[in-house]
């Protein structure tokens, strides 16, 4: 395909949205964007003024925030072809765990393709079993 930036998926706002809208599950696209990287950067906290915080701050604040990111194995491998969870390679089924947990719900899709059909479908509750955190 063809060269894109990618920006470092934001878990904290994720959970903020989740929680704020009542998430009971996730769509994840484009994970063959990242069929290529050797390392896949997950942010999971901000630093603001010097201060490590979990939370999403107050909007005046957001301009100031740093990201801090958890570093997590790429696949580099094509996953265009995939159609079931335990097809994804080990280490995408990890990085998507990691975001059900951030975000507090399940994930249900998981798009591997541009094409309608180049889709993951999880169980009900997605992967592993994760209920929604409205149901935990």
């Known amino acids: 395909g063809r060269p894109r930036r990618c920006g470092w998926f934001d878990g ?37 003024d010097g201060e490590v915080i979990d939370h999403l701050p107050d909007t005046p604040d957001l301009e100031r925030v740093e990201p801090i990111y958890e570093t997590w194995p790429g696949w580099m491998t094509p996953t265009r072809d995939v159609r079931t969870w335990s097809e994804l390679p080990k280490a995408a089924r990890a990085y998507l765990h990691r975001i059900a947990e951030l975000a507090g719900a399940p994930i249900r899709y998981v798009s591997v393709g541009p094409g309608r059909g180049e889709l993951v479908v999880l169980d009900t509750y997605g992967v592993e079993g994760m209920a929604p955190r409205s149901e935990r």
Not at 12 to 20: E, H, P
């Open 12 to 48: 904290v706002s994720i959970g903020y949205a989740a929680w704020l809208n009542g998430f009971t599950a996730l769509a994840v696209t484009k994970l063959d964007v990242l069929d290529g990287f050797e390392e896949i950067k997950l942010c999971t906290g901000y630093r603001l």
